[in-house]
C-alpha cells in the first residue's frame, strides 16, 4: 500500500493544500516520512488524514464555479466501528459544501473493505445537496465494496459507477462525463 500515490497528474492545475477554502489547506506533506496506516499497511505520506484510522484521501480538484470536487480514498471504510461517515461530512463534507461544493467524484477503486453502520450521514449529505442538484458518485469501487455498498443500501445516496479510463481525462472533462452520465440517471 505504500507504493500507492494519490493521482498526482492534475497538481498542475489544483493542489488542495494551496487552496485557502480547502480543508487541507496549509498541510505539509513528507515526501520521505511514512507514518499513517491502514492497520498493519503503512499509506504514502501524500494521503490526507480526516479523522479516520483506516480511510484517507486526496482532494484532487476543486472547481468553485461548477460547484464539484473529485477526491480520491484509500483504505477500509469502516462506519461499523470507526464511523468513518461522520469523520468525513464533519470534516471535509460539510466544509466543502459550505462553499458551494454539491457534486461529488470519490475516486473509489482503493477502498479495499466496506463496514455498514447507519444511513444516517449519507441521507444527511444528501439533503444538504439535493436542492442544488447535487449528487454523490463513487468511480471504480471494487466489486465486493460495491457488494457491500448495495447490501447496506448506501447506493441510495452515493452512485456506484465506472470509469476505467478517469486518468485519461483532464478534470472538467472528467467531471462533465460523470455529470452527463448523471443526468441521463435523472439526478442532479
Not at 482532494?59 to 461522520?86: C, H, K, R, S, T
Not at 460523470?178 to 441521463?184: A, G
Amino acid at each position: 500500500m505504500h507504493e500507492i500515490e494519490p493521482f498526482y497528474n492534475w497538481r498542475h492545475l489544483y493542489i488542495s493544500e494551496e487552496d485557502e477554502a480547502s480543508p487541507f489547506f496549509g498541510v505539509e506533506h513528507s515526501e520521505f516520512e511514512y507514518s499513517n496506516t491502514v492497520y498493519n499497511y503503512y499509506i504514502h505520506p501524500q494521503w490526507d488524514e480526516f479523522g479516520s484510522k483506516t480511510l484517507y484521501m486526496k482532494v484532487l480538484f476543486v472547481d468553485y464555479d461548477l460547484n464539484y470536487a473529485i477526491i480520491e480514498l484509500i483504505g477500509e471504510w469502516n462506519d461499523a466501528v470507526e464511523n468513518d461517515i461522520m469523520h468525513l461530512k464533519r470534516s471535509v463534507i460539510d466544509l466543502m459544501t459550505a462553499k458551494h461544493i454539491y457534486k461529488f467524484i470519490l475516486i473509489a477503486e482503493n477502498v479495499l473493505n466496506f463496514h455498514s453502520s447507519d444511513t444516517d450521514y449519507y441521507e444527511e449529505w444528501n439533503e444538504d445537496i439535493k436542492d442544488d442538484g447535487g449528487w454523490i458518485v463513487a468511480i471504480n469501487m471494487p466489486e465486493q465494496t460495491q457488494y457491500d455498498f448495495h447490501r447496506a443500501h448506501i447506493d441510495y445516496n452515493i452512485k456506484l459507477m465506472d470509469s476505467p479510463n478517469w486518468r485519461t481525462f483532464q478534470p472538467h472533462d472528467f467531471f462533465q462525463s460523470i455529470d452527463n452520465r448523471m443526468l441521463r440517471l435523472g439526478a442532479g
